[in-house]
């Protein structure tokens, strides 16, 4: 049980990781000799993917990222999960929704102990895109707002997210 919860933690990191834009502690994520395969717009080593990143994320104003379900075999140190996701962006001008409804069929590898990436492949079920709601905010007045990057409050209130998820 063990590994298969180091493998659910894994895959919460990588959204954390891709949501925050945290690049360095995503690259820990992955093996040094990890493929990423988000055919058409990148497939091929993970330092490549992790390269290309920042500037398709600078399309999104905010971006969520949920695994919501995960199903893993194991077979030694190696293993593979199938992982239903749900990727939400938010344009930059707040106007429209972008909503990829998908699976990562995932390779993991446990090395020196410790499980990683070894290919991440991305498979679209379904997508949306759709004007964003604006709808009332219930009070929400001072309430703590989400932001890319190193400027979320999640940062401020969860200190040991600045380092590792080790």
Not at 10 to 38: E, N, S
Not at 43 to 63: F, H, K
Request: net charge negative; charged share 25%; aromatic share 12%.
């Amino acid at each position: 049980m063990a590994d298969r919860e180091a493998l659910r933690h894994l895959v919460a990191a990588y959204g954390h990781c891709i949501d925050r834009r945290d690049w360095d502690l995503l690259r820990t994520l992955y093996h040094a000799d990890a493929i990423d395969d988000h055919t058409p717009y990148y497939c091929g080593p993970v330092d490549g993917y992790i390269a290309w990143l920042p500037s398709m994320m600078a399309n999104w104003r905010a971006t969520m990222h949920t695994a919501m379900s995960m199903l893993f075999a194991l077979d030694g140190d190696h293993a593979q999960g199938e992982i239903v996701a749900r990727a939400w962006h938010l344009t930059l001008d707040g106007e429209r929704q972008f909503v990829a409804w998908g699976r990562y069929a995932d390779h993991y590898e446990k090395r020196g102990g410790v499980w990683r990436f070894a290919r991440r492949s991305f498979i679209l079920d379904f997508a949306e895109d759709v004007p964003a709601a604006k709808g009332e905010d219930y009070g929400s007045e001072g309430v703590g707002t989400g932001r890319a990057g190193a400027d979320d409050p999640v940062h401020d209130r969860l200190s040991l997210f600045r380092r590792t998820f080790a």
